[in-house]
């Protein structure tokens, strides 16, 4: 269970951080 737990985090993680990049990108372009 922590195992699966640990490996979902890490995604949800690397979808945020791309996410965050993206609007940050965005932002810094205007």
């Excluded at 890490?10 to 990108?25: C, Q, T, W």
């Amino acid at each position: 269970e922590s195992s699966d737990e640990d490996t979902s985090n890490s995604d949800n993680e690397d979808e945020e951080y791309a996410m965050a990049v993206k609007e940050f990108k965005n932002f810094f372009k205007r």
